[in-house]
């Protein structure tokens, strides 16, 4: 099942700052919280992870509270292609959990960019 | 180009006949997946590889049925058992199960009738 809680809806200005959240409040040591997106009709596309230092790519920016409890993706200057469904997922990297690494989608947040 | 092919985009069948789904990747991924997705859900594991000639059950596997007999297929077949088959079927794989990411296919949708 998956254990985090998103909007299901946001909307942002092209240009401006993104900033989607997620709260994972029952996150273990062992887990990272991933980030994907999946545009209408195409498969999912990983964007970030991290386990609880902010983590910057190419992409975004993630930035994780200091209890773990929840985390913020940040899309630096969104663009109309950033419109898509955004989904938040803790994972346990290291595979000795029960899940074994598997990623569980929920329903994610749909981010529509306006011009 | 390395990725993940999945053919074809669109497919239609009658109700009451297997169909099986392609998957090829050139990436050298050890793991495969197949997931299900339905409209404005998230997506749901149907089977996972993690090598040749090995593959476990996911969460929905009734109905489904997988082979690896190479590392850079892994073919889904939809039987006649799937009461609901009509969805969004997507593949993925990952350098090895359990840490790395998925990179995932562009996905097949599949229309029963």
């Known amino acids: 099942d998956a254990k985090t809680t998103q909007p299901p809806s946001m909307d942002c200005a092209e240009g401006r700052a993104a900033n989607l959240p997620c709260n994972h409040s029952t996150i273990s040591g062992n887990e990272y919280v991933y980030w994907y997106r999946q545009i209408h009709s195409q498969g999912p596309q990983y964007i970030i992870h991290?386990?609880?230092n902010n983590e910057t790519n190419e992409m975004a920016s993630l930035i994780i509270t200091e209890d773990r409890k929840s985390s913020t993706l940040i899309l630096p200057h969104a663009t109309l292609r950033d419109t898509a469904v955004y989904y938040c997922?803790?994972?346990?990297?290291?595979?000795?959990?029960?899940?074994?690494?598997?990623?569980?989608f929920g329903r994610g947040t749909q981010l529509t960019v306006w011009p | 180009d390395g990725g993940i092919t999945q053919s074809p985009k669109y497919l239609f069948r009658k109700e009451g006949q297997n169909v099986t789904l392609s998957c090829e990747q050139n990436?050298?991924?050890?793991?495969m997946y197949w997931y299900r997705q339905d409209p404005g859900q998230g997506l749901r594991l149907i089977y996972y590889?993690?090598?040749?000639?090995?593959?476990q059950k996911g969460d929905i596997a009734e109905g489904y049925s997988v082979s690896r007999e190479k590392k850079e297929s892994f073919p889904l077949t939809v039987t006649s058992a799937q009461k609901n088959p009509t969805a969004f079927y997507l593949c993925?794989?990952?350098?090895?199960?359990?840490?790395?990411?998925?990179?995932f296919g562009p996905g097949t949708r599949l229309t029963v009738t």
């Open positions: 997922i803790v994972r346990d990297r290291t595979g000795r959990g029960s899940t074994l690494g598997r990623l569980y």
């Open positions: 590889s993690q090598i040749v000639n090995d593959f």
């Open positions: 993925a794989s990952s350098l090895r199960d359990r840490g790395s990411e998925q990179y």
């Open positions: 991290g386990l609880k």
């Open positions: 990436l050298n991924h050890d793991a």
